[in-house]
């Protein structure tokens, strides 16, 4: 059955054809987003919902979509989407950060330009028929100092212009390294230097707990007089009272405001406030934005759908739809590895170690290290997912660790899984063959080669003779058939460990027995 998607706000209508062209069910409702009810009535019928910035996907709303696997925002923010819940339930959550980027920087160029020059306001004087030359003294733009706060994506197209209008850029950006900054050609600064330093600041970072209100009543006082503010970011960012405290006492000379702490901003404390330019939020607004960032979603979602690449997630890693294919095989091998060490864990997690080992220490392995999370805690909470597993991990206090190496040992390429729990350290490696089956290679240090049934017997013991005819009449008598019987040990005489494939579940009382079968020290029941 064809993946179907849902687009419940305005999109191009390129964006439905994109999606047709790849073999998915799409569904144009641009007015659905609006009218949470219907939305609730008819989410349950869609794997993907692409949206804007109207539908408000809740937690109420996730928990109903029984189907959904992705929500993709055409657009950058996504303030509209609840992750947490997405991440929890398993969906994917896209978003297309690249596609309007460049019509951002130019609309807060433009709002630097339009305030600076008194632009609007002596359009509006000279349309009135007034001719009011003198009243309307402007700054120029040249030789000024640019502070950015926020120097990613649109931060440093910003500096890329204002570089060419022969303005001085400074920014402060806990991420941006200096050798960013060098080969953007800005000035890295800490953020009392940028308020003492810059001319004009605008600002180009995502609204989070520690950049909300980054620009307060205190920020203001720091800066210099007559500076101009400029927001074509997130509503929040800038504290509006003190703005318009700062605008009406003439600390701050102009601002430039596209982005509103509530939207519609049909009335706000900063209306009315001297040499304010304000725009109903249209830094994305272009024709070649919007065509844009709706080709991408619709791009994006489709990869998934059909060939589970992920690209631009907020909650998962990458995996792009040339790699998908070769990873494909190495994540079901991490899972199954996760899983078997899970299942065998009965004392506290403290942390995992992932080795890497040939060419799988060359893929994505972000993606291959969450499906070993997600295979770890499945046994222990059940509902986890590739998405959810690494912030479960974290919220629970579980270390995990990647290392890469070459190749080493008799096989090209493996993975090794080893938990470390309060008691002790357990390890599990396995690797995929040419056939695309992944197999289990090593149990604790003991070299074994078996491939992982849905049912299987996990039997540790002394290895001694007549054992396995011990272990074949306990199962037989029973009527459990065996399936593959696989077996490995460090020295003769020595531990021993036996896996057996069998064709269902082992009764408890099958279970017992063979527990108490001479020189037999753990003997455990695992699924798959």
């Known amino acids: 059955m064809a993946p179907r998607v849902l687009i419940s706000d305005k999109l191009s209508p390129a964006a439905v054809e994109i999606f047709k062209s790849r073999g998915v069910e799409v569904d144009y409702q641009p007015d659905l987003g609006k009218d949470k009810d219907k939305l609730l009535a008819v ?73 600076a020059r008194q632009i609007p306001k002596a359009d509006a004087s000279t349309q009135a028929g007034k001719w009011e030359k003198s009243k309307f003294m402007g700054a120029e733009i040249t030789s000024k100092t640019l502070g950015l706060i926020g120097c990613g994506n649109i931060g440093s197209i910003v500096a890329d212009r204002a570089i060419g209008l022969k303005m001085r850029v400074i920014a402060f950006d806990p991420f941006l390294s200096e050798e960013r900054a060098q080969d953007l050609g800005v000035e890295k600064v800490d953020l009392d230097a940028l308020f003492a330093r810059a001319d004009i600041i605008t600002l180009h970072t995502p609204l989070t707990d520690k950049t909300r209100n980054i620009i307060d009543a205190n920020a203001i006082a720091a800066m210099r007089d007559g500076v101009i503010l400029i927001n074509c970011a997130r509503g929040g960012l800038i504290d509006e009272a003190a703005l318009r405290a700062g605008l009406d006492s003439g600390k701050v000379a102009g601002a430039g405001v596209d982005v509103f702490v509530e939207e519609p901003a049909t009335d706000n404390i900063l209306f009315g406030a001297p040499n304010l330019v304000c725009t109903p939020h249209l830094g994305a607004s272009t024709s070649e934005a919007q065509e844009n960032v709706a080709l991408q979603v619709a791009e994006q979602m489709s990869d998934y759908l059909t060939k589970g690449a992920v690209s631009n997630a907020l909650n998962m890693p990458s995996i792009t739809a040339e790699e998908a294919p070769r990873l494909t095989p190495f994540v079901r091998l991490a899972e199954q590895l996760g899983s078997f060490a899970g299942q065998l864990t ?183």
């Open 346 to 528: 009965e004392t506290g997690l403290s942390g995992i170690r992932l080795e890497y080992a040939g060419d799988v220490a060359e893929m994505n392995t972000k993606a291959l290290t969450a499906a070993a999370v997600t295979g770890l805690l499945q046994p222990l909470l059940q509902t986890v997912n590739m998405v959810s597993a690494p912030l479960l991990a974290r919220e629970r206090g579980i270390s995990v660790e990647e290392v890469r190496r070459p190749q080493s040992g008799a096989y090209e390429t493996y993975i090794r899984l080893t938990v470390k729990t309060e008691r002790q350290e357990r390890s599990v490696a396995g690797t995929v063959f040419a056939d695309g089956k992944p197999r289990i290679i090593q149990v604790k240090g003991i070299n074994m080669e078996a491939e992982l049934g849905a049912h299987m017997l996990y039997v540790t013991n002394e290895d001694k003779p007549g054992f396995i005819g011990e272990l074949g009449m306990a199962l037989g008598g029973a009527g459990v058939n065996i399936a593959t019987f696989n077996l490995g040990r460090t020295a003769p005489g020595e531990d021993a460990i036996c896996l057996v494939e069998v064709d269902g579940p082992v009764p408890e009382q099958v279970l017992a027995r063979i527990r108490a079968i001479s020189h037999v020290k753990q003997a455990k029941p695992l699924a798959f």
């Open 43 to 115: 989410i349950g019928q869609y794997d993907g919902l692409a949206i804007r910035s109207a539908t408000k996907v809740t937690d109420k709303l996730i928990q109903a979509a029984d189907r959904l696997k992705v929500v993709g925002r055409a657009g950058i923010g996504v303030d509209n989407v609840d992750i947490p819940a997405a991440s929890a339930r398993g969906v994917i959550v896209m978003n297309t950060p690249f596609g309007n980027s460049i019509t951002t920087a130019e609309h807060a160029i433009a709002m630097m330009f339009a305030v």
